[in-house]
DNA sequence: ACCTGAACACCGTTCAAGT
DNA sequence: ACCTGAACACCGTTCAAGT
């Protein structure tokens, strides 16, 4: 008999002007908060100092720490897939290397807007134990990306979940240890390269060539 | 004038057999309370109890609970990479392919040997910023790898550093995933794989074949 | 030398009272 | 409807006292 999770939903939702004032000047407190000090001095009398209203103001739309970590996380992570899910559908039925140095640049792009941000928020997931919304959105990403190297014209992949996932994983490891080292921007350039390679040479191992007649 | 940062290490050196006693029951209490409840759970007072000391008795060993976690995560580092450099070492000029699954092999290998402890002890990383000690030991594997790439008989790499740590962190975004994800140990076959195939191709495709008579 | 545990400070969270 | 902030509980950390 285990507790009843915590949606990581608003307590209330914004129906009047002052309170979509209020929750966004706390979402952007919290940015700031984590900017300066990161996940673990982030104290939410912190966050409502900074916001301009009190403790008990942030408690009343979110129901404890987590949940507003969750909930701008979660703000990050859609802005993410929503990018991944429209290149997907923007590349339908391209050659391989197209989608993947696609695919690799959407990603890197979207990571690069707010290299701090990104980073900070990497340890929120970690901190809060955001494991519904990752795998959440782990899923559509699997869901769009899939079904864009299925309608890959030149190549057809055998062990298509499996390359999905290892695909797009792989490409975390790198890109947050880039993105922790803070180099500058010329480097990320080098490895923008790096993984288009690293992704180009994966999908064509794991992939057999289309000859023109598949249809005859 | 920033303060001088902790150093992450005991407080004082197991001198006396009861002492070293004291550390390894607190360690090990730490693994099970952080098996039971992960990072966020753990406190200082139930790991005591756990070993069956007082609190300030723990506190006179690590003088503060990110000491403690830390400590504990450098020893399962040091078996990571210590495994890594052994293989280095054993297949300095062995063949690409070779050298590339080994280097997978090992490296799955050690996190599979406790698979939850992995898990915990990565969440225990990101919580504490443990940068210090998490660069040092990448340092090291960079430095290993590095080498027994650039020993390699049949292929000669231009931009080895970029390649090197894109090749190590390329290898964490899926191994994490799949950890995570627990899922049944025939899996992780299909993963290893998988890796192989990610790692043979991208070295590959970033390095460029020898003929047999390199010096004439 | 090493251990104990009550005491203190800080932070997450609540709730009675305000507009 | 929405906001306030003192009050409470919990946990990290200390230190005077014990063996």
Redesign the pocket.
Known sequence: MRKVKLALKPR?L???A??K??IDAIFEATIQVLLVGGVN??????V?DRA?????????????????LGALLELHLLEVVEAIEASCLKFRGAKLDLLAKELVDVYLNVKLRSPEVSVALYSVAVAIEAIEIVQAITKRTQVAVSSALESVLDRQFDELDMVTIVFTTSLMGPIQAFLLAKPPKAVFERLRMQLQALTKAYLKASSVKITANKIP
Chains 1, 2 share one sequence.
């Open positions: 209330k914004p129906v009047q002052r309170s004032h209020t001095k982030l104290t939410t009398t912190k409502a301009g209203v009190s403790v008990g103001t942030l408690y009343q739309y979110f129901p404890n720490k987590n949940v507003l």
